[in-house]
C-alpha cells in the first residue's frame, strides 16, 4: 500500500524557518516527480513546488510566491521527500502536503506562522 | 502563468440529481494534462479525473471528465449523499502547476 506521511510542521514566528519531511513507503520515490501543495485554512489548493526524478534532471521548480525561499529536496536512498522553508510569513500558514503521480497524498502537516 | 477559473463558486443539488462543474484555463492546456480532485473537510484531496476523461483507479462511473484545450467539465450524472464536497480541477502540463478556486457542491 502506497503511503506518504509527512513530519515537521509546528508554530514558528515570522522570519524564522522549518523544514517538513514526507516518507514514503509502499513505493520507491527514485521513479517519481514528487510535488508539494498547500492549503490555507478555509482557501483552496495551492501548488507549492515540484521535484522532477534523477533520472529526469532532479531539477525543481516553484510557484512564485515561495520562489526564493523554499526548496524542495530528495533523499532516493531514504525513500524520504523535504521541504526547506525559509523567510516565512504570516501567507505560509496553512496544511502542506506532499503528493506523488497526482493520486497518492499524505495527511498533511499543519504550519502556524505567528508571533 | 495558468489561471483556472471555476464555475459555479456553489452548486446547490439534491441527491440523485446532475452535477456539472466548469474549467476554464487561460491559456491552452498541454496534452489535456488536466485533473479533477474531490475534497471532504479535513481530509487530503482525492484524485478523480487526470488526463481530462480518465477516471482514476476506484472512482465510480458516475464521474465523467470531458473537454479540451481551454475548457473542461466535470459531471457527476446523479449525485450520491457522500458526493457532497469541494472540487478542484488542475493543470500540470505546464510549470508551475496551478488548481483552480474550486466549486462546492452543496445539499439543496
Known amino acids: 500500500e502506497v503511503q506518504l506521511v509527512e513530519s515537521g510542521g509546528g508554530l514558528v514566528k515570522p522570519g524564522g524557518s522549518l523544514r517538513l519531511s514526507c516518507a514514503a513507503s509502499g513505493f520507491t520515490i527514485s521513479n517519481a516527480w514528487l510535488t508539494w501543495v498547500r492549503q490555507a485554512p478555509g482557501k483552496g489548493l495551492e501548488w507549492v513546488g515540484r521535484?522532477?526524478?534523477?533520472?529526469?534532471?532532479?531539477?525543481?521548480d516553484y510557484a512564485a510566491p515561495v520562489k526564493g525561499r523554499f526548496i524542495i529536496s530528495r533523499d532516493d536512498a531514504e525513500n524520504t521527500l523535504y521541504l526547506q522553508m525559509n523567510s516565512l510569513t504570516n501567507e505560509d500558514t496553512g496544511v502542506y502536503y506532499c503528493?506523488?503521480?497526482?493520486?497518492?497524498w499524505g495527511q498533511g502537516s499543519l504550519v502556524t506562522v505567528s508571533s | 502563468e495558468f489561471v483556472l477559473t471555476q464555475s459555479p463558486g456553489t452548486l446547490s443539488l439534491s441527491p440523485g440529481e446532475r452535477a456539472t462543474l466548469s474549467c476554464r484555463a487561460s491559456?491552452?492546456?498541454?496534452?489535456?494534462?488536466l485533473a479533477w480532485y474531490q475534497q471532504k473537510p479535513g481530509q487530503a484531496p482525492r484524485l478523480l479525473i487526470y488526463?481530462?476523461?480518465s477516471r482514476a483507479t476506484g472512482i465510480p462511473d458516475r464521474f465523467s471528465g470531458s473537454g479540451s484545450g481551454t475548457d473542461f467539465t466535470l459531471t457527476i450524472s446523479r449525485l450520491e449523499p457522500e458526493d457532497f464536497a469541494v472540487y478542484y480541477c488542475?493543470?500540470?502540463?505546464?510549470?508551475?502547476?496551478?488548481f483552480g478556486q474550486g466549486t462546492k457542491v452543496e445539499i439543496k
Open positions: 488542475q493543470q500540470y502540463g505546464s510549470s508551475p502547476w496551478t
Open positions: 503528493t506523488e503521480s497526482l493520486a497518492y
Open positions: 521535484i522532477k526524478r534523477i533520472s529526469d534532471g532532479g531539477t525543481t
Open positions: 488526463g481530462a476523461s
Open positions: 491559456q491552452s492546456v498541454t496534452s489535456s494534462s
